[in-house]
């Protein structure tokens, strides 16, 4: 069974930092690109970052572009996301999932529980 | 950036009735389209991916159409737990991006 557990999430004051973690089980972890998405209080879904399966490509949106930086270690299973300069808006539920499909980069099939970051004073 | 249009905001029906979502794309996106089932406190669910494939596990009430810059979701008979939030999301180019959601309430 596919399973997602994302961590790390916390109150932090803005301008801090945080560093998310996500760690898979239950399938070959290195043969599919990872991405986090988020969902702010009464909002909708955010896509905020996809890696490929080395790490070697690497995606972001624009609000989170030159804060935040997206890693893995696939010896380890794990998803990270470095989260710098934090602001307010960026309060939210981050998910991680995972890109299904025959070459890993097809939709979101699996999904993490998700984590909450709240950025406060 | 692609932007998607879900029609209507909001959808109130009853179970056993028949419900049409919609989601209008900004530019075509071939048939990377997917759509999403999402839960107040649970993580989102894949319903449908490539415009028309049901997901893993995905109950044969639910089904999608369309390519290019249409797509639409369909629920055969409400059950209820089909209320919920839905969102499309494109995968066509970068960034990915969501749809703003349809919220199906019970009417």
């Known amino acids: 069974e596919v399973q997602l557990l994302e961590s790390g999430g916390d109150l932090v004051q803005p301008g801090g930092s945080l560093r998310l973690s996500c760690a898979a089980s239950?399938?070959?972890?290195?043969?599919?690109?990872m991405n986090w998405v988020r969902q702010a209080p009464g909002k909708g879904l955010e896509w905020v970052s996809t890696?490929?399966?080395?790490?070697?490509?690497?995606y972001y949106g624009d609000s989170v572009k030159g804060r935040f930086t997206v890693s893995r270690d696939n010896s380890k299973n794990t998803l990270y996301l470095q989260m710098d300069n934090l602001r307010a808006d960026d309060t939210a539920i981050y998910f991680c999932?995972?890109?299904?499909?025959?070459?890993?980069?097809?939709?979101?099939?699996?999904w993490g529980q998700g984590t909450l970051v709240t950025v406060s004073s | 950036e692609i932007g998607l249009t879900q029609s209507p905001a909001t959808l109130s029906l009853s179970p056993g009735e028949r419900a049409t979502l919609s989601c209008r794309a900004s530019?075509?996106?071939?048939?990377?389209l997917a759509w999403y089932q999402k839960k107040p406190g649970q993580a989102p669910r894949l319903l449908i991916y490539d415009g028309s494939n049901r997901a893993t596990g995905i109950t044969a009430r639910f089904s999608g159409s369309g390519s290019g810059t249409d797509f639409t979701l369909t629920i055969s008979s409400l059950e209820p737990e089909d209320f919920a939030v839905y969102y499309c999301?494109?995968?066509?180019?970068?960034?990915?991006?969501f749809g703003q959601g349809t919220r199906l309430e019970i009417k």
């Open positions: 999301q494109q995968r066509n180019k970068w960034p990915i991006t």
């Open positions: 239950g399938f070959t972890f290195s043969s599919h690109a």
């Open positions: 890696i490929g399966t080395t790490g070697g490509n690497i």
């Open positions: 530019q075509s996106i071939a048939s990377s």
């Open positions: 999932a995972r890109r299904g499909g025959i070459d890993g980069w097809g939709a979101f099939d699996s």
